[in-house]
């Protein structure tokens, strides 16, 4: 079974500096995806980056980078130039491959993000 | 575009009775996933429907079912509710598979808050 673990249950961060999330994922599967997504205080779920096994290059959105080591099975969030909207619950997840067929998550406990002023 | 619209927002039960939460999937979507979200265990995969079959199934125990409807709606059902069912109930609808890789992200609605009393 795919497990998914982050071992940062809380961060904090002064606006406009930038913090990195951790995540690494155990799979014996070589097709998957991997996304972060963030839950405000509002509860919605809501993506924020996703990054294909597949692909090599690391996925970019804006101030959000991710850090792929595929081999490491490591994922990690780079926010950039932190916002005060940007706290929120930050959660990792996994998803097999197999062409599409399907869409079963698998989380992270989860990291708080904190974003002080 | 409407988004993922689960109902009610909240709901308070008495230990012992039956809930039936629903979800509308975005328009075009056909498979839609239910989580359930607690501080303890975190997010937990319940079960996922597409075009009207159940297509996964997590660790939970039978009193947890759904079905989901030719238009794509879905529903579940808790019964014999327990104390330990409170929680913040997820909702996710994915697809259409558009090319070879298809549609791999989730959408999220805003979740049922149920409290078992």
């Known amino acids: 079974a795919q497990t998914v673990t982050q071992s940062q249950p809380e961060m904090s961060v002064q606006e406009a500096e930038t913090v990195t999330l951790s995540c690494t994922y155990d799979t014996s599967e070589s097709d998957y995806y991997l996304f972060w997504y963030k839950q405000p205080p509002s509860r919605q779920m809501i993506l924020v980056i996703r990054?294909?096994?597949?692909?090599?290059q690391n996925a970019t959105e804006n101030r959000f980078s991710v850090n792929f080591q595929k081999a490491a099975k490591s994922f990690s969030l780079k926010i950039s130039d932190s916002q005060l909207g940007d706290a929120a619950m930050y959660f990792c997840?996994?998803?097999?491959?197999?062409?599409?067929?399907?869409?079963?998550?698998?989380f992270g406990k989860g990291t708080l993000l904190t974003v002080n002023p | 575009k409407a988004g993922v619209t689960q109902t009610p927002r909240y709901l308070i039960k008495t230990r012992g009775q039956q809930v039936t939460l629903s979800c509308s999937p975005i328009s075009g979507h056909r498979s839609v996933s239910w989580y359930q979200q607690t501080p303890g265990q975190g997010l937990q995969f319940l079960f996922e429907?597409?075009?009207?079959?159940?297509?996964n199934k997590g660790n939970f125990p039978g009193r947890f079912s759904g079905r989901q409807f030719s238009n794509s709606r879905s529903e579940m059902n808790v019964s014999t509710l327990e104390l330990g069912d409170s929680a913040l109930y997820l909702c996710a609808s994915s697809g259409p598979l558009t090319g070879k890789r298809g549609n791999t992200e989730a959408f999220f609605g805003q979740g049922t808050r149920l409290t078992v009393v």
């Open positions: 429907y597409f075009s009207e079959t159940q297509r």
């Open positions: 990054q294909e096994a597949y692909k090599q």
């Open positions: 997840a996994y998803r097999r491959g197999s062409g599409g067929s399907n869409y079963k998550l698998t």
